[in-house]
């Protein structure tokens, strides 16, 4: 774990817990990024991205820094969605509509030729596509996607994040890629 996260960490401790909006600054794109992948909602992503960061101040004091800040602070936001998704409370938005405020869903999926309107569009489509069947699988099938293939972590850690076994990443992510493959041949 950087230094600066465990100093941060102590000092909020300690009573210092202005310097907690340091931690959220570094790592509010990071759990914002999560909890959109993994709800497609904007309005219930910045409220579980609030929520996560909550309840992580509260519980600075179980932090254990022989793991990295980050690995625990994917825990704490993986749990909240899973908690929400369990309730069904979230109330997801369909892909093909634009979004109210706008913003378009540039996640990198899918590369093309900026410049040529038919590609943006044909590629628009397939983001579209992509998201849709992500939203459409399991959700241990769908975290696992997004935190490899979105958030771009290792096995090791997707391993630590989600308290599995390496081998048990490897075939967790093997199934949600079938059932991702399966859902999109279907369509």
Not at 1 to 20: H, T
Not at 141 to 167: A, T, W
């Given at each position: 774990?950087?230094?600066?996260?465990?100093?941060?960490?102590?000092?909020?401790?300690?009573?210092?817990?202005?310097?907690?909006s340091q931690l959220i600054d570094k790592y509010k794109s990071m759990v914002y990024n999560l909890a959109y992948r993994m709800c497609g909602n904007y309005h219930d992503s910045e409220d579980i991205t609030q929520?996560?960061?909550?309840?992580?101040?509260?519980?600075?004091?179980?932090?254990?820094?022989?793991?990295?800040?980050?690995?625990?602070?994917?825990?704490?936001?993986?749990?909240?969605?899973?908690?929400?998704?369990?309730?069904?409370?979230?109330?997801?938005?369909?892909?093909?509509?634009?979004?109210?405020?706008?913003?378009?869903?540039?996640?990198?999926?899918?590369?093309?030729?900026?410049?040529?309107?038919?590609?943006?569009?044909?590629?628009?489509?397939?983001?579209?596509?992509?998201?849709?069947?992500?939203?459409?699988?399991?959700?241990?099938?769908?975290?696992?996607?997004?935190?490899?293939?979105?958030?771009?972590?290792?096995?090791?850690?997707?391993?630590?994040?989600?308290?599995?076994?390496?081998?048990?990443?490897?075939?967790?992510?093997?199934?949600?890629?079938?059932q991702l493959k399966n859902i999109l041949e279907k369509n």
């Open positions: 774990m950087p230094q600066d996260d465990l100093k941060i960490i102590e000092a909020c401790l300690l009573g210092n817990s202005r310097v907690f929520e996560a960061f909550v309840k992580t101040y509260q519980s600075l004091s179980h932090y254990n820094p022989a793991f990295r800040f980050s690995t625990w602070l994917y825990q704490i936001t993986l749990n909240i969605i899973r908690d929400r998704l369990k309730k069904k409370n979230l109330e997801s938005i369909s892909l093909d509509k634009p979004l109210p405020d706008g913003r378009a869903i540039k996640d990198g999926l899918v590369s093309g030729e900026e410049g040529n309107p038919e590609n943006c569009l044909e590629n628009q489509l397939r983001k579209e596509k992509l998201m849709q069947a992500i939203m459409n699988l399991p959700v241990q099938y769908r975290e696992i996607i997004v935190l490899r293939h979105l958030q771009d972590l290792s096995y090791r850690e997707l391993s630590s994040i989600l308290k599995i076994s390496p081998d048990t990443v490897k075939v967790r992510l093997f199934r949600a890629r079938e």
